[in-house]
């Protein structure tokens, strides 16, 4: 059902112009937002967490809700890709990075020569900012494998055709350390949050939350640099996509290897605290990211929590 309803959208989402794409997507998932009361009241509580405030202040919940209306964006971009090329991609991009900009900012990490981890957040347009690095260098994101093989192979076809490798998380990190000794970048998502058992603490917005620590663990075996980076939406609704990379991030090893890879997971994720500071509508993050948020949720609901928060197949879940 879920493979039909797919191909259907894709095949709708290509004969249908994007700003009434846009116009229809954001408003069916803001309805969603709306009906699904326990998402509704997470999402409320990340974004007050951010903005150091309580679920009851109106700019939590407006701020909420326009997070769910990008999403619908995101979903609508993303069904579009099929019947998107290339070149219409980048026509649309713009760089805020400033000079070197974000290409000179990539070119700086791989330097070395040991490759790097382009690390973004379940943000804006994140396929997207894929298919403008894998324009100028080799690119490979890292991927969970849909159950059904049908729809593993729309989707991973699907980002095939726009210039991007496919490493699957489930497989050892071995295929992840030769992109990297080749000089190859590995784009991944990192806010998954995890178990305390399962993760490593970090300081997010003032709060201990816990992630997996496996791509700076990654990035301490190979001397890979990690670049965090997005690709954002403008209010308007414009054809225009805004990407930015930066800082670069060089590994540290001092031989205590838990403190280490503490310490790096610590520095990508403040960086990427400033991206969300800045355009916190952006974050489609619909799981509670901090402990204390964690709902009472039945294993039915926690089970359609994750696959809403990590769509379509881009979880990032290495374990140190």
Known sequence: MVY??????????????????L????????????????KRHV???????????TPSDPHARFLARLSWRNYGRYLSDF????????????????????????F?????????????????????????AAVYVASRHPMHILVETFADPRMDKLVMDQRQQVGLGILRIEKTPRQILRTLAS???VGVAVDKPVPPSEGVPVTFFGQTCYVPGGIAALALKSGAAIVPGYCRYDPDYSETYYVHAG?????????????????????????????????????EMFRAFW????????????????????PPGTTASLEA
């Open 104 to 128: 000179g900012l990539v070119d700086q990490a791989l330097a070395p020569g040991k490759g790097a981890f382009l690390v973004s957040l379940h943000f804006g347009a994140w396929d997207v």
């Open 79 to 102: 069904f579009y890709l099929p019947s998107a090329t290339r070149d219409e991609i980048l026509a649309r991009m713009r760089d805020e990075a400033p000079a070197p900009g974000s």
């Open 23 to 38: 116009r229809v997507a954001g408003p069916i998932t803001v309805l969603v937002y709306y009906a699904w009361a326990a």
């Open 183 to 185: 000089n190859g970048i």
């Open 4 to 21: 039909h309803l797919t191909r259907f959208t894709q095949w709708l989402a290509g004969r249908v112009p994007r700003p009434v794409r």
């Open 247 to 283: 800082p670069v991030i060089f590994p540290d090893a001092t031989g205590d290897k838990a403190a280490d890879i503490q310490r790096l997971t610590q520095r990508m994720f403040d960086a990427l605290e400033g991206v969300v500071r800045r355009f916190p509508e952006q974050w």
């Open 291 to 310: 402990p204390a948020h964690e709902p009472s949720a039945v294993p039915a609901e926690r089970e359609m929590a994750a696959r809403m928060a990590a």
């Open 43 to 53: 999402t409320i509580a990340n974004m007050a967490t951010i903005l150091g405030t």
